[in-house]
């Protein structure tokens, strides 16, 4: 009788195993092998004795050279044929996966890495990885009962050439102690794939939208609140009914009634959260940097109370802290754990909330003054010292790269070197594996100036310290109407009697949404005078009045209105109040987010001799380079086409 044991590895020598065995007897090594005649990376190996069976299955998560194995008893195989057993490790799994579906790094952009550290965190792998170029994503998933990592990640880079290079370098290198390995990742399946057919719904099209561009930062507002959770403080908190609040017969306008509601409620949820550590400067600053692990949840129905907020959202995973105030009209909510607060994120964004959808947002870096404490004060004085040496580590390192980066701007500058467009990169498949990159730069040159022209190279194992060409490359031309012009002329050229296939390099496509909004410059108050953008349209003279005289005397206001005799005002006015107390206590009242008829009111302070001419050429200063071009009249177009 033969005892058996299954072996799970990569690449490997049958006398290697023998070896690793010895003095054991190894009667037999058999390697199964899947439909295509690839090894599955599993081995049996037979042996003679119950003790020698004792003996190597303590060799367990032992290392045969540098690769990492395990070892199991196959209990259900006593005949000489075999059956893959019913668990296999995740890895496994993947990888069989991968093999099957074929696509290649130089098409998604995305690596699958296994074969980590436990110790491992994101951190780590985006330090690693960020060199090679920018990515979009560095998912390492996490068990949710032990809270540990899994041994494997997925990184996305935002240009497929770039996981290529990663790819080629990393593979094989020693990352933490361990033997990294990298495998091509499957390309990222969304929601919209499913709802592309003609069949779905408009509603289900714009739900997938929504969610897809969820973690843009382009339409945040942190202390937004619904117009209808608004009426329902209003009428909680002052003891009515919600028809009163919202009655429209009332003498006042309702839509005054309904910003000055959300002023006060507002300015009550900004103290509650001062009062409970957070730092209120870091919503100001809409282009700042984003948190990882603390989500705020917005467009809560009134009176939602902690306990529904935990409910939801502790389904993905274990909660620091939980700041919900009074109102109860948003929260902010901490995870302990990055992997569990994007799970959350991405699952509950735009999802219905008892009756509301909840809009959700990752809060600003440094929005806690404190930190979550969950080790003792020991570790975290030790912490400490580690993170201040190494800052003062950093800042002689950024000494160090800003002077060599100084060097290599001036060098740039001297060339004046153009820098590429957008939608420039080519990818060039099926080429022959001895096409080098000067043929590749001469060919593609025929369409236009290229950047970079380069061919994806990896590590040739039987002569270290050589490169082997890997069947494809990547063209990347300044200008987009070049890399257009090689796609139709270009497309099945012959090169080196390989005929080629180009298209353009997805990547590029697929970049993160950019806040475009500027970071908010203070500007201290110099005059009585506050200037009112956004004002809507529909908005009156006495409505604008009514809003601002709840904070002090107004002595002036103006609303320029539109030209040709229409009657309506142009979207922006001034407001001039007696005095500058008055002025700042309705500028800090209401520039945080007052909406008046659904449209946010954004106020600057203005010059004590600021005009509308002058206001014009602010505007035009902010959105055209150099001021406002001159007009050109329709012939002298026309003729500038015809040329």
């Known amino acids: 009788m033969f005892y058996k044991i299954l072996i799970f590895l990569g690449f490997f020598f049958q006398k290697d195993i023998k070896t690793f065995f010895a ?50 008893v196959d209990d259900k195989n006593n005949t000489s044929t075999f059956n893959l057993p019913r668990q296999e490790p995740a890895w496994a799994k993947k990888a069989a996966e991968l093999e099957e579906h074929g696509e290649t790094i130089a098409e998604t952009g995305r690596l699958f890495l296994r074969n980590l550290a436990y110790i491992c965190k994101e951190e780590d792998l985006e330090e690693l990885f960020s060199k090679y170029g920018p990515l979009t994503e560095v998912n390492l998933p996490i068990d949710t009962l032990t809270k540990k990592v899994k041994g494997f990640a997925f990184i996305t880079f935002m240009m497929p050439e770039h996981a290529v290079t990663a790819y080629t370098e990393l593979d094989g290198s020693i990352f933490m102690g361990r033997l990294l390995h990298i495998l091509p990742g499957q390309e990222k399946k969304t929601e919209d794939d499913s709802f592309s057919n003609e069949g779905s719904s408009y509603k289900k099209k714009k739900a997938v939208q929504q969610k897809a561009s969820s973690g843009s930062s382009h339409n945040w507002n942190s202390l937004f609140i619904g117009s209808n959770a608004v009426a329902d403080a209003m009428a909680a908190k002052y003891k009515t009914t919600k028809s009163d609040v919202l009655d429209p017969e009332s003498k006042k306008s309702l839509a005054v009634r309904m910003a000055l509601g959300e002023t006060q409620i507002v300015a009550e949820t900004r103290q509650f959260l001062l009062d409970n550590g957070v730092a209120l400067d870091s919503f100001s600053q809409p282009a700042a940097a984003r948190s990882k692990s603390i989500i705020l949840v917005k467009n809560l129905p009134a009176g939602t109370s902690s306990e529904e907020i935990k409910d939801v959202f502790e389904k993905f995973g274990e909660l ?219 908005a009156s003279r006495n409505e604008i009045k009514e809003l601002f005289r709840t904070f002090g005397e107004i002595k002036a206001i103006r609303i320029p209105k539109k030209m040709s005799g229409t009657g309506g005002h142009r979207g922006f006015g001034f407001v001039d109040f007696l005095t500058k107390n008055d002025a700042k206590r309705a500028f800090e009242a209401l520039c945080h987010s007052s909406h008046l008829y659904g449209r946010r009111l954004v106020l600057e302070w203005a010059e004590a001799d600021d005009t509308v001419e002058t206001l014009r050429k602010k505007t035009a200063d902010r959105f055209l380079e150099g001021g406002p071009k001159k007009k050109l009249s329709r012939k002298t177009l026309l003729d500038e086409l015809d040329g």
């Open 23 to 72: 003095p054991l007897k190894v009667t037999e090594v058999r390697v199964p092998k899947n439909s295509k005649g690839q090894k599955t990376g599993t081995v049996f190996v037979d042996l003679t004795s119950k003790a020698d069976l004792d003996e190597a299955m303590k060799r367990n998560k032992d290392y045969m050279g540098t690769r990492y194995i395990e070892l199991m």
């Open 320 to 538: 620091g802290r939980l700041v919900l105030p009074p109102a109860g009209v948003s929260a902010i909510v901490e995870f302990l754990h990055t992997q569990e607060a994007r799970k959350a994120f991405y699952s509950l964004a735009y999802t219905k909330f008892q009756h509301v959808p909840l809009y959700l947002e990752w809060a600003p870096v440094g929005v806690f003054t404190s930190q979550t404490s969950t080790k003792d004060k020991s570790e975290q004085d030790d912490e400490q010292e580690e993170k201040e040496s190494e800052k003062e580590e950093e800042v002689e390192g950024e000494k160090e790269t800003k002077a060599v980066e100084e060097k290599v701007e001036d060098k740039e500058s001297e060339e004046s070197e153009e820098e590429p467009e957008a939608d420039t990169t080519v990818f060039v498949k099926n080429l022959n594996f001895e096409t080098t990159d000067d043929t590749l730069l001469k060919v593609f040159s025929e369409c236009g100036a290229v950047s970079v022209a380069t061919v994806s190279k990896k590590k040739d194992m039987r002569n270290p310290g050589s490169f082997l060409s890997m069947g494809y490359g990547f063209v990347q031309y300044k200008r987009h109407k070049d890399a257009m012009t090689a796609l139709k002329e270009l497309q099945h050229t012959s090169i080196d009697d390989h005929m080629v296939e180009l298209k353009l390099s997805n990547r590029t496509t697929l970049q993160k949404q950019t806040s475009s909004r500027k970071a908010i410059k203070n500007k201290q108050q110099k005059s009585t005078k506050i200037l009112i953008r956004n004002i809507p349209f529909e």
